[in-house]
């Protein structure tokens, strides 16, 4: 039997005399918040400095060809796809839908057919006819009240955040185990063959993860699921690291660590998208960037693993007991995280992409308190995969990321991010600090203490950026901690010219900590929100697995060549190098990086719409600005590039909040 059809689509909805009103509405001049609607750019007119914006007649002269104007209009869906729709037209389309599915019985039929209502603005839910007081009081809780969520949500997140502890003690039991094996392994010299292998050692997890873990991503995610593979890549790291633990040769401990990537990759690109994908809108990013915050939490640990077992003892027949343990120790929390994955549901968007509409919804009705706001979320992640879907056009995936510009804008947002990330200098001291600190004059007990110290910083600042991440912003935090991450690094290199008897060890101490303060609620948990938010949903997994590879090639180049670039550079020479790609990393985001803050993940199609050049452009004037504003403190009204289109009488999509500022 031929099920019916679900109404009007959204591809026909948006040759409505409704979406060409929007998009006529897009070529007003709004002269109240002097700036255009986005969609308007086009090419790089000039700037009207009077109006802070650009001329209309500048705007419409870039000539567009029909596939420009074709994806120009999907992103217009995209934007919100049901703008304009009435409540009458959308029960019915919500009705449709649940019954073309086969998605529940008659109950479930009602909630899609009201939550495809509230899927046009969830905020205005108390315009909506026929919802009954529990549903009402559900959705008022909500609505004012985002931290009161399920508690199967919040063990979604907490498993999502052992994961990411996993991460930290693979990334950091080294540190001090390399204290021991490579006088062990006979490469503890500084002589070029030494200091080249021992960063070798230290690069190969990461030396996996670019060229082939990150890769695995996609294939795993298709046949796994997120639950799946996040299984599957802790298996790996708990093996990985229980292999170390017995190898008794360099190259038998990098074939070891190698193996590690196979755990560390495809796990750090699919954990804040399964997070991602299972959140609401208004906490996403706080939520996603548990990532971040509980990597440092695994820093910490593994730092603490290592001062634990420093003064372990060997006993007959073993050699370098206490630096086998420390590696070993790694494998606990991917443990904690086999056992309890698959307590977890599978993420809705992921059954969704496979035409799993009734387990969506299943999966969505567990992580949301009421039957309407599922059925009103898996509705609306339809509709927007229903237009995304029209800008597939049957092309290579890779290759529509870098061709499409709003996807291209997006990869070198994300990729430049996951650059910075590394050449800020963090890992030099993720992994290499407890050797600095020997170097500095520490003790090896002393100087695994300091260690310790770092981590326990990287953590605890890293938790309020749960709260500035979707307040402050994303750009923001970076703009205003980088200056201060070069002043920190040219800090700490310096003091190495301290002479002995002199504050040396305390202000090698107290520049790498001030480093660690700065970096953890900026550098630290942007990138991987960035990027599990930046790209469409038909490109997301692609482009996270590019974003990962990116930041684990980096990682491994730094780690590689720290020991022999010290020994060239001079420790103080090591740390300026990095110190002063802060400072070009600030020009970078200040020109080539939009803020995505308080968007929705498929919003953002308007943001990464602005032209590059354009957006670089506006992006040197805010200097002038923020001079003629904090410096010579003046009132003057900053520059807004683009923002959401007026919507006080017009319908909107989820959570939409009004870019304040800049």
Same mark, same amino acid.
């Given at each position: 039997?031929?099920?019916?059809?679900?109404? &009007?689509?959204?591809?026909?909805?948006?040759?409505?005399?409704?979406?060409?009103?929007?998009?006529?509405?897009?070529?007003?001049?709004?002269?109240?918040?002097?700036?255009? +609607?986005?969609?308007?750019?086009?090419?790089?007119?000039?700037?009207?400095?009077?109006?802070?914006?650009?001329?209309?007649?500048?705007?419409?002269?870039?000539?567009?060809?029909?596939?420009?104007?074709?994806?120009?209009?999907?992103?217009?869906?995209?934007?919100?796809?049901?703008?304009?729709?009435?409540?009458?037209?959308?029960?019915?389309?919500?009705?449709?839908?649940?019954?073309?599915?086969?998605?529940?019985?008659?109950?479930?039929?009602?909630?899609?057919?009201?939550?495809?209502?509230?899927?046009?603005?969830?905020?205005?839910?108390?315009?909506?006819?026929?919802?009954?007081?529990?549903?009402?009081?559900?959705?008022?809780?909500?609505?004012?009240?985002?931290?009161?969520?399920?508690?199967?949500?919040?063990?979604?997140?907490?498993?999502?955040?052992?994961?990411?502890?996993?991460?930290?003690?693979?990334?950091?039991?080294?540190?001090?185990?390399?204290?021991?094996?490579?006088?062990?392994?006979?490469?503890?010299?500084?002589? &070029?063959?030494?200091?080249?292998?021992?960063?070798?050692?230290?690069?190969?997890?990461?030396?996996?993860?670019?060229?082939?873990?990150?890769?695995?991503?996609?294939?795993?995610?298709?046949?796994?699921?997120?639950?799946?593979?996040?299984?599957?890549?802790?298996?790996?790291?708990?093996?990985?690291?229980?292999?170390?633990?017995?190898?008794?040769?360099?190259?038998?401990?990098?074939?070891?660590?190698?193996?590690?990537?196979?755990?560390?990759?495809?796990?750090?690109?699919?954990?804040?998208?399964?997070?991602?994908?299972?959140? +609401?809108?208004?906490?996403?990013?706080?939520?996603?960037?548990?990532?971040?915050?509980?990597?440092?939490?695994?820093?910490?640990?593994?730092?603490?693993?290592?001062?634990?077992?420093?003064?372990?003892?060997?006993?007959?027949?073993?050699?370098?007991?206490?630096?086998?343990?420390?590696?070993?120790?790694?494998?606990?929390?991917?443990?904690?995280?086999?056992?309890?994955?698959?307590?977890?549901?599978?993420?809705?968007?992921?059954?969704?992409?496979?035409?799993?509409?009734?387990?969506?919804?299943?999966?969505?009705?567990?992580?949301?308190?009421?039957?309407?706001?599922?059925?009103?979320?898996?509705?609306?992640?339809?509709?927007? #995969?229903?237009?995304?879907?029209?800008?597939?056009?049957?092309?290579?995936?890779?290759?529509?990321?870098?061709?499409?510009?709003?996807?291209?804008?997006?990869?070198?947002?994300?990729?430049?991010?996951?650059?910075?990330?590394?050449?800020?200098?963090?890992?030099?001291?993720?992994?290499?600090?407890?050797?600095?600190?020997?170097?500095?004059?520490?003790?090896?007990?002393?100087?695994?203490?300091?260690?310790?110290?770092?981590?326990?910083?990287?953590?605890?600042?890293?938790?309020?950026?749960?709260?500035?991440?979707?307040?402050?912003?994303?750009?923001?935090?970076?703009?205003?901690?980088?200056?201060?991450?070069?002043?920190?690094?040219?800090?700490?290199?310096?003091?190495?010219?301290?002479?002995?008897?002199?504050?040396?060890?305390?202000?090698?101490? #107290?520049?790498?900590?001030?480093?660690?303060?700065?970096?953890?609620?900026?550098?630290?948990?942007? &990138?991987?929100?960035?990027?599990?938010?930046?790209?469409?949903?038909?490109?997301?997994?692609?482009?996270?697995?590019?974003?990962?590879?990116?930041?684990?090639?980096?990682?491994?180049?730094?780690?590689?060549?720290? +020991?022999?670039?010290?020994?060239?550079?001079?420790?103080?020479?090591?740390?300026?190098?990095?110190?002063?790609?802060?400072?070009?990393?600030?020009?970078?985001?200040?020109?080539?990086? &939009?803020?995505?803050?308080?968007?929705?993940?498929?919003?953002?199609?308007?943001?990464?719409?602005?032209?590059?050049?354009?957006?670089?452009?506006?992006? #040197?004037?805010?200097?002038?600005?923020?001079?003629?504003?904090?410096?010579?403190?003046?009132?003057?009204?900053?520059?807004?590039?683009?923002?959401?289109?007026?919507?006080?009488?017009?319908?909107?999509?989820?959570?939409?909040?009004?870019?304040?500022?800049?």
């Amino acid at each position: 039997m031929t099920s019916p059809e679900i109404g &009007p689509s959204i591809a026909d909805t948006a040759s409505n005399s409704s979406s060409e009103k929007r998009l006529e509405y897009d070529w007003d001049y709004h002269d109240i918040n002097h700036h255009f +609607p986005l969609r308007t750019f086009r090419a790089e007119p000039e700037y009207d400095d009077q109006n802070h914006s650009y001329p209309p007649a500048a705007l419409r002269a870039g000539a567009t060809t029909a596939a420009e104007r074709a994806r120009r209009n999907v992103n217009a869906k995209l934007a919100n796809p049901l703008a304009g729709i009435s409540h009458a037209m959308l029960e019915d389309m919500g009705a449709r839908y649940a019954r073309k599915y086969q998605v529940g019985d008659q109950d479930d039929i009602r909630a899609f057919s009201k939550g495809a209502v509230l899927a046009q603005d969830p905020s205005k839910y108390h315009t909506v006819a026929g919802l009954t007081e529990e549903e009402q009081m559900v959705l008022h809780t909500e609505e004012h009240h985002r931290w009161h969520q399920p508690p199967l949500l919040y063990i979604v997140i907490v498993v999502c955040s052992t994961c990411a502890a996993v991460q930290g003690m693979d990334q950091t039991v080294v540190n001090g185990g390399q204290l021991f094996y490579k006088y062990q392994y006979g490469i503890g010299g500084t002589d &070029p063959r030494s200091t080249w292998l021992t960063g070798l050692l230290n690069s190969a997890p990461y030396l996996c993860c670019a060229f082939l873990g990150c890769w695995l991503t996609v294939p795993f995610n298709s046949l796994f699921g997120r639950r799946g593979t996040i299984f599957l890549t802790c298996l790996f790291s708990a093996l990985s690291c229980f292999w170390q633990a017995f190898a008794n040769t360099w190259w038998h401990m990098f074939i070891a660590r190698f193996f590690l990537g196979f755990g560390i990759g495809p796990k750090s690109a699919t954990v804040p998208i399964f997070a991602a994908e299972t959140t +609401p809108p208004r906490i996403r990013g706080a939520l996603v960037m548990q990532w971040q915050v509980w990597t440092a939490f695994g820093i910490m640990l593994g730092y603490a693993s290592d001062l634990c077992f420093f003064k372990v003892v060997d006993h007959t027949g073993v050699i370098g007991l206490n630096w086998r343990l420390m590696m070993a120790s790694a494998m606990l929390p991917a443990l904690v995280v086999i056992a309890c994955i698959f307590m977890c549901p599978e993420s809705p968007r992921w059954y969704m992409s496979k035409g799993r509409h009734f387990k969506a919804y299943q999966s969505m009705c567990k992580l949301r308190y009421n039957k309407i706001q599922a059925a009103r979320d898996v509705y609306y992640m339809h509709t927007l #995969l229903e237009a995304e879907n029209d800008i597939k056009n049957g092309r290579n995936r890779f290759i529509e990321i870098i061709a499409v510009p709003r996807n291209r804008r997006a990869m070198i947002a994300s990729e430049l991010l996951m650059f910075l990330q590394q050449f800020c200098g963090v890992n030099i001291i993720s992994y290499y600090s407890s050797q600095i600190f020997l170097n500095g004059g520490f003790s090896p007990i002393a100087a695994l203490s300091a260690s310790l110290g770092f981590g326990l910083i990287n953590w605890v600042f890293a938790i309020p950026a749960i709260y500035t991440i979707d307040t402050f912003g994303r750009r923001n935090l970076l703009l205003t901690t980088y200056p201060f991450l070069s002043l920190f690094l040219f800090f700490t290199g310096f003091s190495f010219s301290i002479p002995a008897d002199g504050p040396r060890l305390a202000c090698i101490a #107290l520049g790498i900590y001030l480093f660690g303060i700065v970096y953890s609620p900026g550098q630290g948990p942007v &990138p991987f929100t960035y990027s599990a938010e930046a790209y469409p949903l038909y490109v997301r997994a692609y482009g996270m697995s590019m974003a990962t590879a990116t930041t684990w090639f980096f990682n491994a180049l730094l780690s590689i060549t720290w +020991p022999s670039l010290e020994t060239a550079f001079t420790t103080q020479g090591a740390f300026s190098w990095y110190a002063t790609w802060n400072i070009v990393g600030f020009f970078l985001i200040l020109t080539l990086m &939009p803020e995505t803050k308080g968007k929705t993940l498929e919003e953002l199609d308007q943001v990464f719409s602005v032209p590059t050049n354009v957006h670089a452009r506006y992006g #040197l004037r805010q200097l002038r600005y923020f001079a003629r504003r904090y410096v010579m403190r003046r009132l003057v009204e900053p520059e807004r590039l683009y923002e959401h289109e007026d919507t006080r009488d017009l319908d909107r999509g989820f959570d939409h909040d009004d870019e304040k500022g800049m």
